[in-house]
């Protein structure tokens, strides 16, 4: 029979060192994962299987298994702070890219330019764009578009998430780790995939550049894959709970 070997003892000061550093890599990661998809945002589509995917939705996942970790290990009270955190910094990544769009370029430096094949736009009331382009400005109007809208979204679906996570937990008395893991992010993603796609693209559907197959299959597809996401981390987050339970020194 294998023996149970209980966590060394260490003091009081170095637990609470090993606890905020493991935070420390959540809240990273977290916002590692965030800041990726804002940049990155509606840039690109990918197919994956009958799903048609922007690159930006790839890391988003990660957030919620994050929210779900620090919400499981260090409470409510920490993942809500993680998620205002995030919240400030898509405030802060807009504010840096407005103000380097609005400060004048140094004249006579040949700039990165793309060409459009077709005209796109970013926020409603934005200029369209087409042709010959600056490289930055491109990123801006996609960037500026994707953080508006993940904003709204990710103000509504992070703070469910928690908040469902912690509903579940009391519901059960803090049995069925899967259940609070999985419904919790089911329902927040499901929020979160209308809300995003229905922003970035709606002003596209409503002039007729899309149709209403296209934009509920974006919808679609969105979830789908966050929804595949979120039942295959099932298995890790149980692995991690358990794992830094043990080494975080947590009975709960």
């Not at 940049?39 to 890391?59: E, H, Y």
């Not at 600056?134 to 578009?145: A, M, N, Q």
């Not at 974006?218 to 996401?229: E, G, I, N, Q």
């Not at 043990?246 to 709960?252: A, K, S, T, W």
Request: hydrophobic content about 50%.
């Amino acid at each position: 029979m294998k023996e149970y070997s209980a966590p060394l003892a260490i003091s009081d000061s170095d637990l609470q060192e090993r606890r905020e550093r493991v935070f420390l890599v959540l809240a990273g990661v977290f916002i590692c994962s965030m800041t990726m998809m804002n940049i990155i945002g509606s840039t690109r589509f990918i197919q994956l299987g009958p799903m048609a995917l922007t690159v930006g939705v790839l890391p988003y996942p990660l957030t919620f298994l994050c929210t779900d970790l620090v919400s499981e290990l260090y409470g409510r009270k920490r993942a809500n702070f993680l998620v205002t955190l995030g919240l400030a910094i898509n405030l802060f990544i807009v504010a840096i890219i407005w103000l380097a769009h609005t400060a004048p370029p140094v004249p006579g430096i040949p700039w990165m330019e793309i060409q459009l094949v077709e005209p796109v736009t970013g926020l409603p009331g934005q200029q369209e764009m087409s042709g010959s382009v600056e490289l930055f400005d491109f990123i801006y109007v996609f960037t500026t578009g994707a953080v508006f809208a993940s904003m709204i979204a990710y103000v509504a679906a992070q703070y469910i998430d928690v908040r469902l996570f912690h509903f579940w937990k009391s519901l059960t008395r803090g049995k069925h780790l899967w259940l609070r893991n999985n419904f919790s992010t089911l329902i927040s993603q499901a929020v979160d995939s209308i809300l995003v796609i229905g922003i970035v693209f709606g002003g596209a559907f409503l002039s007729g550049d899309i149709t209403l197959k296209q934009y509920l299959g974006f919808m679609a597809s969105s979830y789908l894959f966050k929804m595949v996401a979120a039942l295959i981390d099932t298995g890790p987050f149980y692995i991690l709970v358990a794992k830094l339970k043990r080494f975080l020194q947590i009975d709960q």
